[in-house]
T-cell receptor, first 110, second 113 residues
Framework: AQRVTQPEKLLSVFKGAPVELKCNYSYSGSPELFWYVQYSRQRLQLLLRHISRESIKGFTADLNKGETSFHLKKPFAQEEDSAMYYCALIPPWDTDKLIFGTGTRLQVFP | NAGVTQTPKFQVLKTGQSMTLQCAQDMNHNSMYWYRQDPGMGLRLIYYSASEGTTDKGEVPNGYNVSRLNKREFSLRLESAAPSQTSVYFC????????????FGQGTRLTVV
C-alpha cells in the first residue's frame, strides 16, 4: 500500500540534544516532500519543503531516494521545538493531492 | 487576510444526525482539502478538490460527501453521523505544487455520541 510512515509517535529529548524525526514513504516515482509542524494552539503550517533545499529554524531534511526516506534533523533541539511534526508528500501522478504521515510528537525537556 | 476559515469550531452530534462543515479561503487557491486528524493515525485525506466544480476521493472518503460550489468554498457533509467519525477535521487550501504550501484552518472538533 502507498503510504507515508513516521515510525515514532513520540520523541523525547533534552534541550541541546540532536533530533531526528524519521519519515519513510512507499510511493513510486519522485514525489514532492514536505515537513509540516503544529505548535500547541496553532494551526498546522509548513516547516520546509524538499524542493527549496532550505534550513528553517535550524531544521534540515535529507531526501534519500534509495531508502525512500525524508528524515528531519536538527543538531541542537530547543524547548520551543516541542510540537507535532508531519511528513507530507504530493504524488507525482496527482499533483493536486497532498498526503500526510502519521505524525511524531517531539518533546524537548529543559 | 483571514486565510482559511472553518465553521463551526466545535460540534456534538447524535448518531444518525447530519451536518455540514463549512470552509472558505480568501487566497484564491485552486486546490482545497479536507482531512481528519486522529491520535496515532495522523492526518488522513478525506476528499480534495483541484478546482471549482471538481472533487476527488482521498484516503478515507466513506461516510462523507463534499461540495465545491465556487473557488472560495469547500464544504464537507456527514449524512448520517457515526461514532467512528468523532475526530478533528481540518480544511486546507493551496496550489498543489512543490514550491508552494498548503494553508490550514483552525480545525473543527466533532464528537458523535
Amino acid at each position: 500500500a502507498q503510504r507515508v510512515t513516521q515510525p515514532e509517535k513520540l520523541l523525547s529529548v533534552f534541550k541541546g540534544a540532536p533530533v531526528e524525526l524519521k519519515c519513510n514513504y512507499s510511493y513510486s516515482g519522485s514525489p514532492e516532500l514536505f515537513w509540516y509542524v503544529q505548535y500547541s494552539r496553532q494551526r498546522l503550517q509548513l516547516l520546509l519543503r524538499h524542493i527549496s533545499r532550505e534550513s528553517i529554524k535550524g531544521f534540515t531534511a535529507d531526501l534519500n531516494k534509495g531508502e525512500t526516506s525524508f528524515h528531519l534533523k536538527k543538531p541542537f533541539a530547543q524547548e520551543e521545538d516541542s510540537a507535532m511534526y508531519y511528513c507530507a508528500l504530493i504524488p507525482p501522478w496527482d499533483t493536486d493531492k497532498l498526503i500526510f504521515g502519521t505524525g511524531t510528537r517531539l518533546q524537548v525537556f529543559p | 487576510n483571514a486565510g482559511v476559515t472553518q465553521t463551526p469550531k466545535f460540534q456534538v452530534l447524535k448518531t444518525g444526525q447530519s451536518m455540514t462543515l463549512q470552509c472558505a479561503q480568501d487566497m484564491n487557491h485552486n486546490s482545497m482539502y479536507w482531512y481528519r486528524q486522529d491520535p496515532g493515525m495522523g492526518l488522513r485525506l478525506i476528499y480534495y478538490s483541484a478546482s471549482e466544480g471538481t472533487t476527488d476521493k482521498g484516503e478515507v472518503p466513506n461516510g462523507y460527501n463534499v461540495s465545491r460550489l465556487n473557488k472560495r468554498e469547500f464544504s464537507l457533509r456527514l449524512e448520517s453521523a457515526a461514532p467512528s467519525q468523532t475526530s478533528v477535521y481540518f480544511c486546507a487550501s493551496g496550489e498543489g505544487a512543490a514550491d508552494t504550501e498548503a494553508f490550514f484552518g483552525q480545525g473543527t472538533r466533532l464528537t458523535v455520541v
